[in-house]
Structure formats: C-alpha cells, structure tokens
C-alpha cells in the first residue's frame, strides 16, 4: 500500500525524501508528494502518476528545508489526482497517512459544524483539518496531533510535520506498519526498513496503537494509555544491493533468477544433516488433531497446496481459508488446532486480524513469513521464515516458491511425528529436496521457449488453466499472476470440474495452460485434454518428456519440465508459470513490476 518517510537532520530533505520514495515504489502507487520547512515555512509539491513526475517537478519547483515527510498513494478514498495526493494539509499542518480512516465521514460532519470545509476526495484530509482545529483552540503540535490520533477509528500509519518547528515529526501507528529509523544528530520514519535501509540499520519498531513525537536527538514513545513504551532498538542489516534489478529488465525477472538460490537457502536452513530441524524449539504435531491454514493471494494458493501435503504426508486435516473470510465468518476454533498463517510483508491486514482472532482460541499460532520484524512474526507462538531476501516485484516469485518449500518441510516433519512416513522414506526425499535448486537452475537456464509461446498467448482475450490434486493450486497461481501482469483474463479450474461448465467456454480462440507433471492422475489429465482439443481448444501443456509424448499430437504447444517427484513437483512448476506470466506481459507492454491497481503489501481492508 501507500509509502511514508520522514526526515529531520542536516542535510536538504528533499533528496532523501525522493531516493526513500523510490525505494518504496514496490508496494503500488498512483501520485506522489513531499513537505518540507524551510527558514518555518511550511510547502509541499505533489504530482500524479510515477515519482519521475514528482522529480521532475522539483527540478523545476525545488523545495528547500532540513526536514520533511513524503508519500507514495494508492487510491482509496478518492481518485489519483494531484488534489488527492500527499502531503495533505490544512494550515500549519501536513500530513501523510497509509491506511483507511473509518469514521472520516462523521468527522467531517463535526468540522462542518466549526465551519470547516474540506477540499478533496480523501479520508486523510479529515486528519489535517482536525489536528488545526485542536491546535486554533491553543493545543501544542503534540497535544493535537496525540487528540486526533485518540479520534479516529480504522486502520492506519501517520505522519504529521508542523509549520514553524523543524525539528519535530509525530508517528502513530494502528494497523500498517511504521518504523523509526536512528541516525547520529538525525532520525528518519519509513514505512519498512527498504525505506530506510541506506539511511540507518538501526530501526525500532512501532506497535500497535503508539504514537511517536520524534526530534533530530530523541525518539519518545509511547503506548495506547499514553504510558513511556520502551520498545527494543535492533539492528537491520539490508543488503541494498538487493533492493535493485541487478543487470535484470525487471526486478521481477531478477527475482525469478534468484530462485534457485533462495530456495537453497531455505532448505538449508531447515535441514541439519538428514533432520529437519524446525526454529524456535519447533512444535510437536502429535499434540494438534487439526491444522488451519489462512492466507490471502498467492499465499493462498500456497496454504492450498501444503493442505495436500499435510494431508497426504502426515494425515492431519487441514482447514484452508482466505484470510478476509476468515475473520468474519468468526468460525469456531476446537480444540487440539494449531493455526497456521502465511504472509510474505507479514503485514497483510485482513491475515493480521485472523491471527488475532485465534489468539486464545487456537492452541498454537505458526507464521511463516519473509519479513522476520513483522507483525505477525511478533504475534505468532512460533515464526517460520522463508529466507526469500527482499521482494519488490508486486507479483510474488520467489517469496512463493520458499513459502511452498516451508510449508513441505513443515509436512514432513509433522509426518515423521506423526508416525505417517517413515525415516526410510524421508531418507530417500530429503536429498532430492536436496537437489531442486540444481534442479530449478537447469529449469531456468532451458526456458528460452516459453517467451516465444508467450507471444502467441498474449493475442488472447481469455485463458484458462487446468491442474489436476496438488496441480489444481499452481493453475489457480497461474492464472492469478497471468491476470496480475498481463489484464488478460484467465481462470483455473480443477481438471475434473471441466465437464460442470467450463467446457462451454472452449472454442478455437481460447488457450487452455494445463499443468501435468506425470504422477498418479496424469492419465485422468490428459482424458481432459482430449475433451479440450475434441472442441478446437488450445493445449499447452506443462509437463516432462514422456508426460508429452503420451499427450499425443493435438497438443498446440509444450514447455518440457525434467522428471521429478511429484511432491516435488509444485515448487518446480510455478517457474514456468511466472515465466508465461512475466514474457506475456512484456509482450504487451504493461508494467512489469506495478501492475496498474496492485499494491505489494496490503495493509488495509
């Protein structure tokens, strides 16, 4: 979602406010703005569409000052217009603000009754127009600020900077995350440590309902009862090389490269010799009957995917849900039922609020998160990270493919827990586990064929994806990131749920991804691929060498994958899935890395 920082030191704001703002164009964005103060004057520049725009203006336009705060916006309340954009301000007040402030509406009816007047579309504005009025009826910038922030009801991150005193930024934050960022005669505010990775790697966390009043020497925190909240200082080694495209078009196409490295990384983290050796003093499976697993997007399609394994590896049942259903459906939570959630930011809010709705109901509560600061990771019994590095692209890759190998490591060893596999058998998986980023490597380094089918497929209006068990979760994936990049529709069906309608959506202009490594239910797959090319349909198929040599002649195309084993085989086949995504996207020429209304982190409803 939308990006903060803040400044205050020595130096002209206005530099590190823009090189801040671009390190946070992953999250999404459609305008953005800086504020600064110079000699106590209060100005800002604000400019829609991307921060070249926002540059650009203040080549032209340049703002001056050793203090300021910007923002990147993704639309909520009101269109991307330049009068929507941050820094919103109502007099000495200017404020930028990620998340959705509820009862803006009836907030706004107050400040009517004062004879106030609002000039824009956003719920932020109402923020600004409050905090002036409190400091026209004699309250100090914190006195407002802290009154405002007690009034208002949602979720979200803010940050005020107050005509006439330059050395003074107030944080709060409910719900998105917030960060403070200690620097030596200067302080900083992000909303990640991204954000603030050159700046400092000493960063303190904000928690839920903190406000922060923060000076180029000071930092004061405190808590929802306005008590003095000591909150740990730690320190945060990012590799900003990471945070670049490294020679790569696009940090998507970087993030796919690095696959085989981060998904070793990950399985060496959890293997110690022939064990699987779980962070955090692990967790005894024998003591749960049931597991449920909540995620939203592609961290769905993964919890869907280890449901299989789960199942299958150590016979436990597993309740998969979307996180924003979850919570409202308020479902019961029996006994014996480990909770389990997935979130690459470990920021998504509606994820967030279905752990705390487990808290005291569920007997454990697992996180598997990249992001090992977060809020979940803070809130969960144990944290499972999945050693994906930074991730910029807004469509998920590699944070994916580790979530995916997490969550078969934490399968395995429930099963071998639970008495449902056998140390022969996770003898004989462990070193082919071993062996898949080899394995994913040689995959990449084979896939030239894939851009040429991805030409084809971005002629097309509608296409559908196919899969088959622990396949049917990859077709969902693939069609969910065909859609994300490239606006084409798509949708994914289990292979047997093709004669209950779908098939009446087949015809010769429609192409249809089926995704079959040879196992079990290949046979079944390709009796459904008949029933595809019978009706003109276009087959392309996913699978290895014999898998397509079995397929027969009416196949329109095929990506050849190498034999694996098939619990093996949905880490490996979401690489060809993000490569017909990614090469059908750039054929059509949308952006890559920020598709139009995406955001990387949701962090609000």
């Not at 009816?109 to 409050?130: F, K, R, S």
């Not at 949708?491 to 040879?518: N, Q, T």
């Amino acid at each position: 979602m939308c990006g903060i920082i803040g400044y205050l030191g020595d130096h002209e704001a206005s530099p590190f406010l823009v090189e801040a703002l671009k390190r946070l164009e992953y999250r999404g964005y459609d305008s953005a703005g800086i504020a600064t103060i110079s000699e106590g004057v209060l100005d800002r520049r604000r400019a829609v569409g991307k921060l070249v725009n926002l540059s650009d203006l203040l080549v032209n336009d340049p703002l001056r000052g050793k203090s300021g705060i910007g923002h990147t916006r993704w639309a909520t309340h009101g269109a991307p217009t330049e009068g929507n954009a941050h820094p919103h301000r109502a007099g000495p007040v200017a404020v930028v603000h990620n998340g959705i402030i509820e009862n803006f509406k009836e907030l706004r009816e107050e400040l009517a009754q004062n004879g106030i007047g609002y000039e824009t579309d956003t719920d932020t504005e109402t923020v600004a127009l409050l905090a002036n009025l409190y400091l026209s009826g004699g309250m100090s910038p914190v006195e407002a600020a802290t009154t405002t922030i007690r009034r208002l009801e949602g979720a979200f991150a803010l940050l005020f900077l107050f005509e006439g005193d330059d050395d003074l930024l107030i944080a709060a934050r409910k719900g998105p995350p917030l960060a403070i960022g200690h620097g030596d005669g200067e302080n900083f505010v992000g909303s990640d440590a991204i954000a603030l990775a050159p700046l400092t790697d000493r960063i303190t966390y904000l928690e839920e309902d903190d406000i922060a009043v923060v000076t180029r020497t000071s930092v004061e925190i405190r808590d929802r009862n306005g008590e003095i909240a000591n909150r740990e200082m730690r320190t945060v080694r990012l590799d900003t090389a990471q945070v670049d495209k490294g020679g790569h078009k696009h940090f998507m196409a970087k993030e796919i490269a690095e696959q085989p490295r981060v998904i070793g990384d990950a399985i060496n983290a959890y293997l110690d010799g022939d064990r699987i050796a779980l962070p955090g003093g692990g967790i005894d499976f024998t003591a749960y009957d049931r597991l449920t697993l909540v995620a939203c997007g592609t961290a769905y399609y993964a919890c869907l995917t280890a449901k299989y394994w789960f199942e299958t590896l150590a016979r436990v049942p597993v309740e998969v849900d979307i996180a924003s259903e979850f919570r409202y459906r308020e479902p019961p939570i029996p006994a014996r039922t480990a909770a389990l959630f997935v979130s690459q930011s470990g920021e998504t809010a509606d994820t967030l609020a279905a752990l705390r709705y487990c808290e005291g109901k569920a007997d454990r509560i697992l996180a598997v998160v990249n992001a090992a600061e977060s809020s979940m990771a803070r809130e969960s019994d144990l944290v499972l990270p999945i050693h994906a590095g930074v991730e910029i692209g807004v469509a998920s890759t590699k944070a994916f493919s580790c979530q995916l190998t997490v969550l078969l490591l934490l399968a395995l060893e429930a099963g071998r827990q639970r008495g449902t596999i056998s140390e022969a058998q996770l003898a004989e998986l462990l070193p082919k586990l071993r062996a898949l980023p080899a394995t994913f490597g040689n995959t990449l380094d084979a896939s030239a064929g894939i851009r040429a089918i991805s030409q084809e497929l971005a002629e097309a209006r509608d296409v559908l994806y196919l899969g088959r068990g622990i396949m049917y979760p990859l077709a969902l994936e693939g069609a969910l990131k065909l859609k994300e990049l490239s606006y084409l529709h798509a949708e994914a069906y289990a292979s047997g749920e093709l004669k209950h309608g779908p098939i009446a959506l087949i015809d010769s202009h429609v192409p249809v991804v089926v995704m079959a490594p040879r196992d079990g239910l290949f046979d079944k797959t390709v009796s459904n691929m008949q029933e595809v090319m019978a009706r003109g349909g276009k087959v392309i198929l996913i699978s290895d060498a014999e898998g397509i040599a079995q397929a027969g002649d009416g196949v329109w195309r095929a990506i050849e994958m190498p034999r694996i084993d098939p619990q093996l085989a949905p880490i490996l086949y979401a690489l060809p899935a993000q490569l017909l995504s990614y090469h059908t996207a750039v054929a059509k020429g949308t952006d890559v890395d920020q598709p139009r209304n995406l955001a990387k982190s949701v962090t609000v409803e």
